[in-house]
């Protein structure tokens, strides 16, 4: 995926960006009080090559420096649900609409086009218990 938002570039994750990814993940849990956990919870930036087979891993760039990261991936709660993962903005990036954005679009990236065509329901979005405060506070659903 390659598309822009204000003076935002969302495109896919290169195994270039690995270090950048998971120093602003890093980075945001500390402002959180939480630990970066890159054995544990946090090895799917580490491995993203083979994490997220089946989803997707986007970063956020701004002014040619990545501000932010995204992704999600299919889960067996149900038909067309998705869990996403890894919504990470530095605080230079927040505010702007940009996490709406991009729950908009995993919104529309992960139904698939003959759901879209033919009326079933949404995919479903799930997150993990620690993220659901960031959720509401983006507004979802994007209008």
């Known amino acids: 995926m390659q598309t822009s938002f204000k003076t935002f570039l969302i495109r896919d994750w290169r195994p270039a960006d690995r270090q950048a990814a998971a120093g602003i993940i890093g ?14 919870a946090d090895s799917d930036v580490i491995q993203v090559e083979t994490h997220y087979q089946g989803g997707e891993f986007w970063v956020v ?3 040619g420096q990545l501000v932010g990261t995204a992704a999600y991936l ?7 649900a998705v869990e996403i993962r890894k919504m990470y ?31 079933l329901q949404p995919p479903h979005l799930s997150n993990r218990p620690y993220t659901c405060t960031k959720v509401r506070a983006i507004s979802w659903p994007p209008v």
């Open 27 to 40: 980075q945001v849990l500390t402002e959180y009080g939480l630990g970066w956990e890159p054995e544990g």
């Open 61 to 63: 760039e701004q002014a």
């Open 74 to 80: 299919p889960i067996e709660r149900g038909e067309q």
């Open 89 to 119: 903005l530095l605080p230079a990036a927040r505010g702007q609409g940009l996490g709406g954005f991009l729950l908009g679009s995993w919104r529309v990236r992960s139904q698939p086009v003959a759901s879209m065509k033919s009326g």
